[in-house]
């Protein structure tokens, strides 16, 4: 059973479209994130959602809109696609904001720009 | 913003040997670090956690030590097997929910 999935684990695409990647958990948590690793092996966190409602958003361009349909939910759309924005993106839980509690990644989405 | 760097980012050791991964962090209000584990094509995994509070805290064939003084810690893998090759990052956290991660080490073990 998987407890933090991400769909689709590969997207190729041209420069300025637009795509979206979709994060599921089934652990019952009720904070959700996003966090970009560039070709370093360098994790950012981007955002974090709690109970559907924002509460970390990073210093990240507007063409990022993260949705939270629901708690277990986190999608993000990605506008007008630029080359730099190839990364693998990572979605991850964890449970109660306000406490230190461990997050649960997901498999990764691996976005390539050309 | 904060840092939390890795001293070495590559690290290559026997099978059987003992690893041991270091992190440097930059903020004296940090309470909370965890080390995660990340395999090939995969993504990052707990391994162990400590809080400030402590200064070595122990799992299966891990230890992780924290010396807040110098702001360091470290990991270490007793009798390293070919399956703990992996990227290794710290993570800090000073409260709430944000984590900070270092760059990563990339420990390789040789059979």
């Known amino acids: 059973d998987t407890a933090v999935s991400q769909t689709p684990k590969y997207l190729v695409t041209q420069m300025g479209n637009d795509k979206s990647i979709k994060c599921e958990q089934n652990?019952?948590?009720?904070?959700m994130y996003w966090y970009k690793q560039d070709s370093k092996k360098f994790l950012k966190i981007m955002f974090s959602?709690?109970?559907?409602?924002?509460?970390i958003n990073e210093t990240v361009p507007n063409r990022f809109s993260p949705k939270s349909p629901d708690k277990a939910h986190l999608n993000l759309h990605i506008n007008s696609l630029e080359l730099g924005d190839s990364a693998v993106y990572f979605c991850?839980?964890?449970?109660?904001?306000?406490?230190?509690?461990?997050?649960?990644f997901g498999p990764g989405t691996r976005l390539l720009v050309l | 913003g904060e840092s939390v760097g890795l001293h070495l980012p590559t690290l290559s050791v026997q099978e059987g040997d003992n690893s041991i991964i270091n992190c440097a962090y930059s903020?004296?209000?940090?309470?909370?670090f965890i080390w995660y584990k990340q395999e090939s094509g995969k993504g990052p995994q707990f391994i162990i956690d400590?809080?400030?509070?402590?200064d070595k805290r122990q799992g299966q064939r891990v230890t992780v030590l924290l010396n807040k003084t110098v702001k360091h810690l470290s990991l270490q893998i007793a009798a390293t097997q070919p399956g703990d090759s992996a990227v290794y990052f710290c993570a800090e956290n000073s409260g709430g929910n944000q984590f900070y991660f270092g760059t990563g080490t990339s420990l390789t073990v040789i059979p």
């Open positions: 652990l019952g948590h009720d904070t």
């Open positions: 991850a839980s964890s449970n109660m904001w306000g406490d230190q509690e461990t997050q649960y």
């Open positions: 903020n004296s209000a940090s309470d909370y």
């Open positions: 400590i809080r400030s509070n402590m």
């Open positions: 959602y709690n109970n559907k409602e924002l509460i």
